[in-house]
């Protein structure tokens, strides 16, 4: 007899892209940001540490709601911070999933939101995205039972960095039943995001993090901007000091640091643009991508052997396959000498 509860025995967890000892590996298989984060991060832990640490946190990390609140014109009350967003993630489905309940998110995406429904022994529904990663009506389809709860939606998506529309994401929550999380984690490197949809209606809940475009990974933080009343019910559902004070003034640093952001998203783009272009060369499929990292399909190859190949020639990049959808190689946007290598080895390996 087992001790622990059925779902979770169930269940064979989340398994996070690999995380190899530093050394000489190009690490281009998670999306992290190659580039070093704001000085103003660092000058910003000094000054916590020189305070000490012998204080618990502001359990609402109130700095950084101001901060996150004056940038997007919303207000603090509609702000909530976490360790990292997988940490608002877990909160969300927390909050609105129960055992039973039904989770839907397109596919293929993310694969965390799935392990998140499966701990809560709710169900997960899938809508395939079409083949060129638009998205149908079924996203927002009135089921018959009524326990449609949450609906999770990548927007840049992961695996493909393709966007949904924002006048899309508006009508399919307005015809939801249900709140839509809108995860922003690559919003930086695209054309436009739905923070400011929050206000106009109330379904709309819209997930950030620090970890790829403020070049913070390491330091687990996010945010997410939703109408007070279901900040307020999210409160009690997170650990009260999930941020700690390191965190919170390294993020609200970071956050303030518009320069350094800009500067990044620029240089992203332009090297983003650069590896899209020599992968299509090499006969890889590449949908524009508005992240930073490109999705690389090439029906036919053996896509698994060419990641050994690469990862032999030490680059790590992501290969992915999903069940009735295809295989490919999530490529993230390094420096432009990673880059070059990164294709360098693929002429060779293709
Ligand atoms: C990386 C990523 C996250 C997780 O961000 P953390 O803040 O590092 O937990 C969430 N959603 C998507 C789609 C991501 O790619």
């Not at 996070?16 to 580039?35: A, F, R, W």
């Not at 992961?158 to 924002?166: A, E, N």
Request: hydrophobic content about 40%; glycine content about 6%.
């Amino acid at each position: 007899m087992s001790y622990v509860r059925s779902e979770i025995a169930a269940m064979s967890g989340y398994v996070p892209g690999e995380q190899p000892c530093e050394g000489s590996v190009v690490k281009l298989n998670t999306n992290e940001n190659p580039y070093r984060a704001s000085e103003k991060v660092n000058a910003a832990i000094r000054r916590t540490l020189k305070k000490g640490l012998s204080r618990y946190p502001d359990p609402a990390a109130s700095e950084v709601r101001n901060v996150v609140a004056k940038k997007f014109g919303v207000c603090c009350d509609s702000v909530l911070c976490g360790n990292g967003s997988d940490d608002l993630l877990t909160i969300l489905t927390r909050t609105f999933i129960g055992s039973g309940d039904v989770l839907r998110l397109p596919y293929p995406t993310y694969i965390l939101y799935r392990s998140l429904a499966e701990i809560q022994g709710a169900k997960s529904e899938t809508v395939p995205f079409r083949p060129d990663w638009t998205l149908s009506d079924d996203i927002h389809r009135r089921t018959e039972a009524d326990n449609l709860r949450l609906v999770f939606l990548a927007n840049p998506n992961s695996p493909s960095g393709t966007v949904i529309p924002k006048e899309q994401i508006l009508d399919i929550a307005e015809k939801l039943p249900c709140p839509l999380v809108v995860d922003e984690a690559y919003a930086d490197f695209a054309e436009e995001h739905c923070i400011d949809l929050v206000k106009r209606c109330e379904k709309i809940i819209v997930c950030r993090t620090m970890s790829k475009s403020y070049s913070l990974a390491g330091l687990r933080f996010g945010y997410l901007v939703a109408q007070p009343h279901l900040v307020e019910e999210m409160m009690k559902v997170k650990d009260s000091y999930n941020c700690d004070s390191l965190s919170i003034a390294a993020a609200a640093a970071a956050l303030s640091d518009d320069d350094w952001l800009a500067d990044n998203r620029r240089k992203i783009i332009v090297t983003r643009k650069r590896l899209a272009d020599q992968v299509r060369a090499l006969g890889f499929t590449v949908p524009d991508s508005h992240a930073n990292f490109i999705w690389a399909a090439y029906p036919g190859k053996p896509l698994k052997t060419i990641y050994e190949f690469l990862k032999a020639g030490g680059i790590l990049v992501r290969y992915m396959a999903y069940p009735n959808w295809g295989d490919g190689l999530r490529i993230s946007v390094g420096t432009d000498e990673q880059v070059d290598r990164c294709i360098e080895l693929l002429e060779k390996g293709i």
